[in-house]
């Protein structure tokens, strides 16, 4: 069976001593920064993204997949312990995880969140095996009119999961394709938008972009009031989860797993949906839905299932079309593109190895985390005892030397201030950082598509509703667009996000 | 309906009219070409457009109906030393090298906060050059001189 001949492959090259060290690297990274809030993975696999260009392609990418998946764990621990979710999608976990820890179940909490999240990783790392090469697949039969429609729905899409006014989402990311343009035109070579700077001539880098946006940006909000934090917390004891509480979670497990792994294809954040959508829905099947608030484990259980899945599917569009679902994936699109890979449907076939070492190393990363996490708790907990004082200067200072050391070019680290000035206001005023970077790093491919597509049907606009593939997939943004405008959905939209109490 | 108006909106969609009008003239300065064979000037000069609109939508929406959004403080020594010590950073980092150039961004750096004391704050800087040089120059080969020409003769 091919499938199985694949993982075989896949395990055989996640399995190399030095891969796994990589894989294990990663997912600690990924902890420690799920653990300390104020750091998010954006922000740290930008600045690791040039760290990673002195290693094998196999090892970076391991490496900085499980630095994402690594922060959902660590985000489920603060989360659980002191009430602070350090990552967005753990935010559901602390309703009933910290009220659990307050009766003195944290082990039990943090057990069935990190059981969950391994079972749902291992279904998620499965589905990822079966459903990738179909896709990759029907997506080599796409034209540059597909193409571009896809590229389409990918940013609308990205709207309807952002939170706040779908208005500025949209031009957040008008921006951010605008920015995308400054640069040497792909057809014709002219430098546009360069003001005569030679460092522009390839363009802004987009490294410098994310480090601004989602770590400078984040930086200045968390300084706009400081305050220590109580890293008051209760000893752990009693890991395992009873018999009772094993048979409880089960449902709410495999249910969040499902829904997780689905909603992980979405572009924009189907992680941070999907731990919201699977509380509720347990809620909603639950015969004692009153216990949810008060330390129901159920409501642990299945939203870390659901985003832990979510968060291994998210690689879905990424590696069989080259689109990026959300932040974390646009920036492991410059982790291929650095190491001479175009993500797209071809790397499967071209490089094998590569494709299925990283979907086996993802199992094998959850593997290390059950292992690693739950025995070293109270590690994990001592590091929120670190103060922001000394946390942020060392995020500013390995921004401006990784920044640096990408292009040793000094322009790339001004850029970074000028982007981490330019979102924070832009954040302040109630925009979402996440659609600037998507369309940012989607807008060359929009418009080489755009005009691609163009030349080829001799200027006829109409190809794009002609063919079948394209004029579905623009219904489809045309519908999402509705969605997130609709005053009377978006109330249900907010719902969504709004936590239940 | 009740009148909000939301001064966050309304600079949110000033900034954004603002750089789309930028990049819309910068645009008409290149070969526009023709949709069948667009020019470099042709597909900013659109989004451009689209921009500009979308900010003119959002300063609109916060005139009429704006978000209840609240603007909180804006620390600025944080931003200004930050932006300061990344300039700093990039200026000196060949001149001065790599060692005085990390230190004086560290120390810029944790001064962007308010409550850090100096003694704190050069512990930690000299802690986080010493970190940087053991992570970057001697883990990472980064091939950087640790003091630069400014200060080597």
């Keep these: 069976m091919d499938l199985l001949d694949n993982l075989a492959l896949g395990l055989e090259t996640a399995f190399q001593f030095e891969n796994v060290l990589y894989c294990l690297l990663g997912v600690v990274l990924g902890t420690a920064v799920g653990v300390l809030p104020g750091i998010g993975p954006t922000a740290t696999i930008a600045m690791l993204l040039p760290i990673t260009f002195g290693l094998e392609p196999v090892a970076s990418l391991i490496m900085l997949a499980g630095i994402y998946y690594g922060a959902q764990y660590g985000g489920s621990t603060t989360a659980i312990l002191i009430n602070l979710p350090g990552e967005s999608s753990a935010a559901v976990t602390a ?10 179940r944290a082990g039990h909490a943090l057990a069935a969140a990190a059981l969950g999240s391994f079972f749902a990783g291992t279904v998620a790392t499965v589905v990822l095996a079966v459903f990738a090469p179909p896709l990759a697949r029907a997506a080599l039969e796409f034209g540059s009119a597909e193409y571009f429609s896809l590229v389409v729905l990918g940013l609308i899409a990205s709207i309807a999961l952002a939170r706040g006014s779908a208005l500025k989402a949209l031009a957040m990311i008008a921006l951010g394709v605008l920015l995308g343009t400054v640069g040497q035109d792909i057809y ?17 880098d987009f490294v410098s972009v994310a480090v601004g946006v989602f770590g400078v940006a984040e930086i200045l909000r968390n300084l706009e009031n400081e ?3 109580s890293a008051f917390v209760q000893r752990v004891k009693n890991l395992w989860p009873s018999r009772d509480d094993l048979r409880r979670i089960v449902g709410p497990v495999l249910r969040g797993t499902g829904l997780g792994s689905a909603l992980g294809v979405l572009p924009g954040g189907g992680h941070v949906l999907a731990a919201f959508a699977s509380y509720s829905v347990e809620k909603r099947l639950s015969r004692t839905p009153e216990r949810f608030g008060h330390g129901a484990i159920e409501g642990v259980a299945a939203p870390e299932s659901a985003n832990n899945a979510a968060a291994q599917t998210s690689f879905i569009p990424l590696l069989t079309l080259g689109l990026p679902a959300h932040p974390v994936m646009a920036l492991m699109i410059g982790a291929f593109i650095v190491q001479g890979i175009t993500p797209g449907p071809n790397v499967i076939n071209e490089q094998p190895a590569l494709f299925w070492g990283l979907i086996a190393s993802m199992w094998i990363g959850n593997l290390l985390l059950v292992m690693l996490n739950l025995p070293l708790i109270g590690l994990w907990v001592k590091m929120l005892a670190i103060p922001y004082q000394w946390l942020f200067p060392a995020i500013v200072v390995f921004a401006g030397i990784g920044t640096f050391s990408l292009n ?50 001799r200027g006829d606009a109409s190809v794009f509703f002609t063919r079948p593939i394209s004029a579905v997939l623009l219904a489809l943004a045309v519908g999402a667009l509705v969605i997130s405008v609709l005053p009377a959905i978006r109330r249900k939209r907010e719902e969504v996000f709004v936590e239940d109490d | 309906m009740e009148s909000r108006r939301s001064v966050p909106d309304i600079l949110a969609g000033a900034i954004f009219a603002g750089i789309g009008l930028t990049f819309v003239v910068a645009s008409l300065g290149y070969e526009l070409g023709t949709p069948l064979r667009m020019g470099p000037g042709y597909f900013p000069l659109v989004v451009g457009a689209i921009l500009v609109a979308l900010g003119l939508g959002v300063v609109v929406k916060g005139l009429v109906a704006g978000e209840d959004i609240t603007w909180g403080s804006v620390p600025w020594r944080s931003v200004v030393m930050i932006v300061a010590a990344l300039i700093f950073f990039g200026f000196t980092v060949r001149r001065a090298g790599f060692l005085p150039a990390t230190f004086v961004t560290a120390l810029l750096t944790a001064f962007a906060s308010s409550r850090i004391k100096p003694v704190t704050a050069v512990v930690v800087a000299a802690g986080l050059t010493g970190l940087s040089v053991l992570i970057f120059i001697v883990g990472l080969q980064l091939r950087l001189p640790l003091f630069g020409p400014w200060l080597t003769f």
Excluded: W
């Excluded at chain 1, 009933?96 to 307050?102: L, P, S, V």
């Excluded at chain 1, 014709?188 to 802004?204: C, H, K, N, S």
């Design chain 1, 95 to 104: 309703i009933d995880g910290h009220e659990m820890a307050r009766q003195g």
């Design chain 1, 408 to 457: 040793f070019n000094s322009f790339d680290v001004y850029a970074v201030a000028v982007f981490g000035v330019l979102g924070y206001v832009l954040i302040k005023c109630g925009c979402e950082p996440a659609p600037l970077l998507l369309g940012f790093v989607l807008g060359p491919l929009l418009e080489e598509h755009l005009r691609r597509a163009l030349i080829i049907s």
């Design chain 1, 227 to 229: 305050q220590t934090r």
């Design chain 1, 188 to 204: 014709t070579g002219t430098p546009r938008f360069t003001l005569g700077i030679r460092e522009l001539f390839g363009g802004l």
